[in-house]
């Protein structure tokens, strides 16, 4: 089995909802479990043990919401230089009311640090989180899912 963690934060629903999506797309795919949790329940050995992982923010004052950045707080120390942990693959889906791009390169910039590998172009919703974007939210979960579950990353 392929696990998948799909790790995010949300206050009114917004991006719990893109989460829940992109759990729907990783579960399509064969021999593949999603882990889906709320960034301040989420652990190391969440991290170190998914084969990828996605990560959902809101945009709060520019930049990621605080609660995913404590989870890298309380875990660079720990994964720095651990194998596990190296080129693991990662997408990010951004929740904002009207930019989101903050967020998104917040993120980014320390998924480098963690020495991810992003695998696939972010979505953002800015505003209402409809079908359109829903939709793909699944594929995002596809994808990151058929590429961990064929070994291509
Ligand atoms: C404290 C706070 C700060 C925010 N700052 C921004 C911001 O800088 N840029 C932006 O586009 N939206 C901003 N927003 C709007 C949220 O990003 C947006 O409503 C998002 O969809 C909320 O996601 P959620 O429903 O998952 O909580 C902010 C919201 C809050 C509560």
Redo the contacts with the bound molecule.
């Keep these: 089995m392929v696990n998948i963690l799909i790790v995010y934060h949300?206050?009114?629903?917004?991006?719990?909802k893109m989460a829940e999506a992109v759990a729907r797309g990783a579960n399509s795919i064969e021999n593949v479990r999603t882990i889906l949790k709320e960034a301040m329940e989420t652990t190391l050995d969440d991290l170190c043990s998914c084969d990828g992982l996605a990560i959902g923010s809101?945009?709060?004052?520019?930049y990621m919401a605080g609660a995913i950045k404590d989870l890298f707080d309380r875990t660079y120390y720990q994964v720095r230089g651990r194998k596990e942990i190296f080129k693991k693959p990662y997408v990010v889906f951004i929740?904002?009311?009207?930019?989101?791009l903050?967020a998104l390169r917040s993120i980014e910039r320390i998924c480098i640090g963690y020495q991810f590998k992003k695998v696939y172009e972010p979505v953002i919703a800015r505003g209402e989180v409809d079908e359109d974007i829903l939709t793909v939210c699944e594929e995002l979960g596809k994808v990151i899912a058929a590429g961990c579950e064929a070994g291509i990353y």
């Design positions: 949300s206050q009114t629903g917004k991006t719990k809101p945009e709060y004052f520019g929740s904002a009311g009207n930019d989101g903050g």
